[in-house]
C-alpha cells in the first residue's frame, strides 16, 4: 500500500505547484462564473485532509489540533459560499497550515502496515460519506484532491486568463 502514500504525495504536489502559479494576492477573488476562490478551495482541501487522512485513520491528532484551527476550518469550509469566507485567514496562515496537515497525512499513510489498510476506520462523531475502511478513506482523499484541483484549474484560467502550462514540465516529478 505505499502506492497509496505515493499517490498521496503525488496528489498534494499538484495542489501545491498549482497553488504556486496563482498570485496570493488574487486567492479571495470569487470569479462569478466558479462562485469560488482559492482560499475556499485550500481551507477545504486542509479540512478533507484531516477528516479523510487523519481523523478517521488514526483519530485527532492534539499537535494539529493545536496548531490549526480544525474547528474554524470545519465552519468556514465545509458548507458555506467562497463570499463568505474572504479574509478569514491569510493565504501565508493557510499555506502554514495546509503544508502541516499534508506532513501528517503523509506520516500517518506511511506508518500503516498492510493489514492496516483494511481496518475499519475511526468512529467519529459523523459518518465517512463513502469509506468503511482506511484504504477507501486514503483513496477516497487522494480522488478529492483531484476534484479540487479540477476547480483550482478553472478558477485559475477565470484570474489569470491562461491555463496552466503542463508541457512546461512544471508538474512532472523533478
Known sequence: MNNLHSRTQQAYDWINKYLDSI?????????????????????????SAYFHSILVIKGHQ???LQAVPVKDYSRLYHRTAAREVIGKFSPEEMLAHWKLMQACSLEIIGSLTEGDFANP???????????????????WNILHNH??????????????GESYDYFSGNLREE
Do not use: M
Open 23 to 47: 498570485p496570493t494576492d488574487r486567492w479571495d477573488e470569487t470569479p462569478p462564473v466558479v462562485d469560488s476562490n482559492v482560499c475556499w478551495q485550500l481551507g477545504h482541501l486542509t479540512l
Open 62 to 64: 492534539p499537535h494539529i
Open 121 to 139: 476506520l475511526v468512529p467519529t462523531d459523523f459518518p465517512h460519506p463513502v469509506a468503511n475502511i482506511k484504504q477507501e478513506a486514503i483513496e
Open 147 to 160: 476534484y479540487h484541483f479540477g476547480q483550482l484549474g478553472l478558477i485559475r484560467r477565470v484570474l489569470i
